[in-house]
């Protein structure tokens, strides 16, 4: 049986991530689709089916609502096995919707993958994409390369940007120069959530190109400004609004943490480079205060769509931009943020469109970010710039008309490590240099090293794998 017929098991899925994670992961019960929306808790996992598309729906251009986690783990929420984090808004979500299994970020950090997601491309096809991820003003998304954005509005969408954008830094990088007709934001990597002081000690919320005073905390900030905006009045105007929350990315400081919030200040402004980095802060407990926040402030700007009477025609999706950093719950994952273990890579998608997606639904089909910047495109009606083609494959065919995605090669490339899936296989090079193959079907946490088992097929992936990586740009240095 394909890997894209019987990725994981329901059995195999309870199994790795054990019983009690098990008993959490979502799905519709036995309620009603009204009682579902509305019940906070994850019900068991043997009410959600299999994904299969409604073909007869028709609707109009959806508006899109994309939001992004920051080194959120493929496990720390509760439709995803976290035994202890809680995310009622979430997991309605994705009873509301599609939950992917399989679903990948475009890199192992920050911008990469940002890259990918606005581009539709691996990051390594653009300079800037090379900064594993940018951390000082020389690299950036130039204006001039097509994005999601800009080929959106060029198709009659209102374009936003709230959040971190991580994709390079004024005078010469922007939003606002790359296709967004609003940003309210961050530039860098990160920020101390009171003060917005980022990782050089600049103060960083801007505006549109403008510094722009608010010293609340930064999740609360964010949360007005999207719930604004999914509430106005477009007109017959499809939009689309990237909301990049930072959260739970280190520092370590929830929303009251005025005084742990004071002292990284402190440390920021007398010159204490790696403050934001919060080494010697941070727990187990307060990640999971940062986790919840988060699905707190999504349900937030979700109750605001409803309002608006929006709803119905707009398509949310909710990933990280990585894996999960030090405090997450990865397990049974191997390996974090940074690597291209699955850990580092593997993340949380759900979709909901309910005009043309029933919910309480999984998919099993590997997917990355650049999928979703080719997907949107042609649901919206936008051709990519012949002259960059897409990284990606649209999944409209298959989320709306039932048609089958065809196996194919799923590629990374970060300094030191490499990696290629392909169906089940999993080809995987990490800095010790030694070339290995894991088969995902049953050993999803990497641990069974099939290389000298199946040469031919490793020296297939491994080809594979060249050949992509030969097309790319090489880092410098």
Known sequence: MSSYENKLSRRAFGGAVGASAAAAAVGLGGASPAEAAESPSA????????????????????????????????????????????????DRLARQGVRFTDAYSGSATCSPTRFSLYTGRYPGRTKGGLAEPIADKTAGLEPTHPTLASLLRGSGYATALIGKWHCGYLPDYSPTKSGWDEFFGNFGGALEYYSKLGLGGEYDLYEGDAEYKDLRYYTRILTERASEYVSRDHGDKPWLLNLNFTTPHWPWIADGDTAQSAEVERRIK???????????????????????????????VLKALKRSGQEEDTLVFFSSDNGGERFSYNWPLSGNKASLQEGGIRVPNIVRWPARLDGGQVSHVPVFTPDWTATLLELAGARANPAYPLDGVSLAGYLLRGEKIAERNLFWRVRGERALRRGDW????????????????????????????????????????EKTDSGLLPYPG
């Not at 899109?64 to 202890?84: R, V």
């Not at 010790?432 to 049953?442: E, I, K, M, S, T």
């Open 43 to 90: 019900p068991s996992a043997g009410s959600e089916r299999e994904f299969r598309a409604d073909r007869g729906r028709r609707s109009r251009r959806p508006n899109i609502l994309f939001i992004l986690g920051d080194d959120l783990g493929w496990a720390d929420l509760s439709s995803y096995g976290s035994p202890n984090i809680k995310t009622p808004n979430l």
């Open 270 to 300: 007398a010159g204490d480079s790696r403050a934001l980095w919060h080494q010697d802060g941070g727990s187990i407990e307060k990640y999971k205060q940062m986790v919840e926040d988060l699905d707190r402030s999504v349900g937030e």
């Open 426 to 465: 999993k080809y995987y090079r990490g800095k010790a240099g030694r070339d290995q193959l894991f088969n995902l079907a049953g050993d999803i946490r990497e641990q069974a090293d099939r290389a000298a088992l199946e040469p031919a097929r490793l020296a297939e992936l491994r080809a594979a794998w």
